[in-house]
């Protein structure tokens, strides 16, 4: 099956720095998908892109659908304490399903 | 955000008992789902339901099974738990293809 690899699978970096994260795939994806998780609580939806090239921000966050629709990046602008947690990129295979295939996540820690 | 919650939040039962486990949603959402999340594994769709009495397999779907009699729940059981099954289990609604996550129920089996 079509696999996410994400990196990177940790990050330790200090209150205000700035963060990347990416996705890639051998495979094409029709639509990506950004979530963060805290311990305890389920995924929650950060950011979505529907088409290749696209570019969207949620405040300190901004994420890129990739050109070759087979990668994304999301990043985030200088950190603070209550970014910690596991963001997971997801993607859409295919047009006709809403399965949604996951990466293994990357886990932030913020130093203050 | 949507209003989904599962029950129960964590359970502890033992080996060979069957378990199950509540999705309900408040949302009117078309697609409802079920994963379980592992170190290592990260989240793996178990089963999914695209309306009232529709369900399909997902990617782990063996000693799982689902139902989904109202628009607002579903049912994950399972038939005789084993300790492999010691998991967290996510339930997820839709309506496209934005997946809105639960809060999820931690199971422990022993």
């Known amino acids: 099956g079509q696999q996410l690899n994400q990196s990177p699978q940790s990050m330790f970096i200090q209150e205000g720095e700035d963060v990347s994260m990416n996705c890639t795939s051998s495979?094409?994806?029709?639509?990506w998908l950004w979530y963060k998780q805290e311990p305890g609580e389920g995924p929650v939806l950060l950011i979505a892109?529907?088409?290749?090239?696209e570019l969207t921000s949620n405040g300190r966050l901004t994420a890129q659908f990739g050109i070759t629709r087979k990668d994304s990046f999301l990043n985030i602008s200088a950190s603070i304490p209550s970014d910690v947690g596991i963001y997971f990129c997801?993607?859409?295979?295919?047009?006709?399903?809403?399965?949604?295939?996951f990466g293994k996540g990357t886990k932030l820690s913020v130093i203050p | 955000d949507a209003g989904i919650t599962q029950s129960p939040r964590h359970k502890v039962t033992e080996t060979g008992t069957p378990v199950t486990l509540r999705c309900h949603q408040t949302?009117?959402?078309?697609?409802m789902y079920w994963y379980r999340q592992d170190p290592g594994h990260g989240l793996r769709l178990i089963h999914y339901?695209?309306?009232?009495?529709?369900?399909d397999k997902g990617e782990v779907s063996d000693g799982y099974s689902v139902s989904r009699s109202k628009t607002e729940d579903f049912l994950l059981t399972l038939e005789s738990a084993t300790s492999s099954q010691t998991s967290v289990y996510f339930c997820?609604?839709?309506?496209?293809?934005?997946?809105?996550f639960g809060p999820g129920t931690r199971l422990t089996v022993t």
């Open positions: 495979s094409i994806f029709n639509t």
């Open positions: 997801a993607g859409q295979p295919g047009a006709g399903s809403y399965q949604l295939t």
């Open positions: 339901s695209y309306g009232v009495k529709d369900t």
């Open positions: 949302e009117n959402h078309r697609y």
């Open positions: 997820a609604i839709s309506e496209r293809v934005e997946q809105y």
């Open positions: 892109l529907y088409k290749a090239g």
